[in-house]
C-alpha cells in the first residue's frame, strides 16, 4: 500500500467489456486500482462488472452502463454498452486520465469520444493478447480497436514481452509501449487451508469454459488418462454460455466421464482456491493465453502445471509447468499420469512452481503503474 499522498487527482476506467466469470484482464484491473489509494477513480462499467469489483473489495465511483442479470448476446450487449458509453455523464478536467482496461471496443470506443472533450486528457490503454483469426469477429473488431489505440493512446501497458514485440510490429510505437507483469495475492493465497470436506480432484482447470480454452481437449485427454489411472476425478472451475456447458457435459457422456469429472461452475475465490488447493495437478489446455494468472495463482498453492506449448509460457513459467506440443493429446495424458504416478518427479515440480509464483507481485505490479500514470503529471 502507497503512503505518498499526492494531490488527487481522477483516472476514468472503463470496464465496459466484462462478461461474466473474472478474466485475468478484470483482476489486473482490480488488484491495480485497490492500491492506487491517492487517486479519485470511477469505473464505468455494467450492473455484472460492479458485482464482480465490489466483491472483490474495490470501493469506487461506479457509473452502469447496462444492469442485464446473465450476459447472453454478446453483439448486442456490447452495441447497447458502447451507445450507453459514449454518452455518459462524467465532469472531465485537463487531469483527467481515462484508463482502458480491455482493447475491446466497449472500452475503446466511448474513450476516444470523451477524450475529444478535453484534448489535454491522457489515455493508458491495456492490451493482454492478441485474438487468433479463428475468431472472426472478434479478430477483426480487435484490429478495429487497435488501429484507434494505435493512433490516439498515450501508453500501452502489456503484460509479456512477446506481446510487446508482437504490437510493435503492427505498427505501435516502440515507446509507446510498456511491460508490466501482473501480480499474485501471495499472502492471502498462504491462508487458503486444506480441507477434509471438499472434494479431492487429481487435477483441476479453472478458466471461463470456450473451445479456445481447450476444454474438450482436456475431457477427451482425461478419458486417456482414465484408461491408466481409472478412478481419476478432475474438476472443472469457469463459467460457459449455455450452449458451451451443454456441448462440454455431452462430450463428457460421449466419453462415459459422468464419474470421473465434475463442472463446478463459477465459484467465489475462497471456495476456488480451497479446491484447487485440496486438489494434486493444474492443468492449462488453452491455445490463447495472455499471461497465465489462474495458472501462477496454483502454483503458489504447490501444484505443478501441464499446459500446451505456448510462446508466452517460456517466459512467465521457466519452472514449475511441463508443456506439451499443441494438439498432442496423448502426451498431455501421459505427463499427468506420469505426475500423478511418480512421487520424486511430482515434489520436484511443487517445490519449483512455487518458487516461481514467488516472482510476482501486486502491490510491485501497482507501484509500477502508478509511476507511468504520474509521469503524466
Given at each position: 500500500m502507497f503512503k505518498e499522498k499526492n494531490k488527487q487527482r481522477t483516472i476514468i476506467a472503463f470496464m465496459n467489456s466484462f462478461s461474466s466469470g473474472k478474466s485475468g484482464g478484470d483482476m489486473v484491473f482490480i488488484e491495480i486500482a485497490k492500491r492506487l489509494v491517492d487517486f479519485s477513480i470511477i469505473v464505468v462499467t455494467s450492473k455484472l462488472g460492479s458485482k464482480l469489483c465490489k466483491e472483490n473489495n474495490l470501493q469506487v465511483k461506479f457509473v452502469i452502463t447496462t444492469k442485464e442479470n446473465a450476459f447472453k448476446n454478446?453483439?448486442?450487449i456490447y452495441i447497447k454498452r458502447i451507445f450507453i458509453g459514449l454518452f455518459v455523464k462524467i465532469t472531465i478536467t485537463q487531469d483527467t486520465l481515462f484508463l482502458g482496461t480491455s482493447d475491446f471496443l466497449p472500452d475503446v470506443l466511448p474513450?476516444?469520444?470523451?477524450?475529444?472533450?478535453?484534448?489535454?486528457?491522457?489515455?493508458?490503454?491495456?492490451?493482454?493478447?492478441?485474438?487468433?483469426?479463428?475468431?472472426?469477429?472478434s479478430f477483426y473488431s480487435q484490429k478495429l480497436s487497435f488501429a484507434i489505440i494505435k493512433k490516439y493512446a498515450d501508453l500501452v501497458i502489456v503484460d509479456n514481452n512477446l506481446l510487446k514485440d508482437d504490437l510493435i510490429k503492427l505498427g505501435f510505437q516502440k515507446h509507446k509501449v510498456v511491460l508490466n507483469y501482473p501480480g499474485l495475492n501471495i499472502e492471502y493465497l498462504k491462508t487458503i487451508k486444506q480441507s477434509t470436506t471438499n472434494k479431492f480432484y487429481d487435477a483441476i482447470v479453472m478458466a471461463q469454459l470456450r473451445k479456445s480454452k481447450g476444454i474438450f481437449d482436456l475431457v477427451e485427454i482425461w478419458s486417456m488418462v482414465c484408461k491408466i489411472i481409472p478412478n481419476a476425478k478432475l474438476g472443472i472451475i469457469g463459467k460457459g454460455t449455455e450452449?458451451?456447458?451443454d456441448a462440454i457435459k455431452t462430450t463428457i457422456k460421449n466419453y462415459s466421464l459422468e464419474q470421473n469429472i465434475d463442472i463446478l461452475g463459477f465459484l467465489p475465490n475462497d471456495q476456488a482456491f480451497q479446491i484447487i488447493n485440496n486438489s494434486k495437478i493444474f492443468t492449462t489446455p488453452s491455445y490463447e493465453e495472455g499471461f497465465g494468472i489462474a495458472a501462477l495463482e496454483a502454483q503458489t498453492l504447490g501444484l505443478p502445471i501441464v499446459a500446451w506449448a505456448l510462446p508466452i509460457f517460456d517466459e512467465i513459467f521457466p519452472q514449475g509447468m511441463i508443456t506439451v506440443k499443441i494438439g498432442d493429446k496423448n502426451s498431455f495424458a501421459k505427463e499427468i499420469v506420469k505426475l500423478l504416478t511418480e512421487k520424486d518427479l511430482y515434489k520436484k515440480l511443487s517445490f519449483s512452481a512455487e518458487i516461481n509464483a514467488k516472482r510476482f507481485n501486486w502491490d510491485y505490479t501497482a507501484e509500477k503503474e502508478r509511476n507511468m500514470i504520474n509521469a503524466f503529471y
Open positions: 454478446t453483439i448486442l474513450i476516444i469520444l470523451l477524450k475529444q472533450r478535453s484534448k489535454n486528457t491522457k489515455w493508458i490503454q491495456h492490451i493482454f493478447h492478441l485474438i487468433p483469426k479463428e475468431r472472426k469477429i450452449d458451451v456447458l
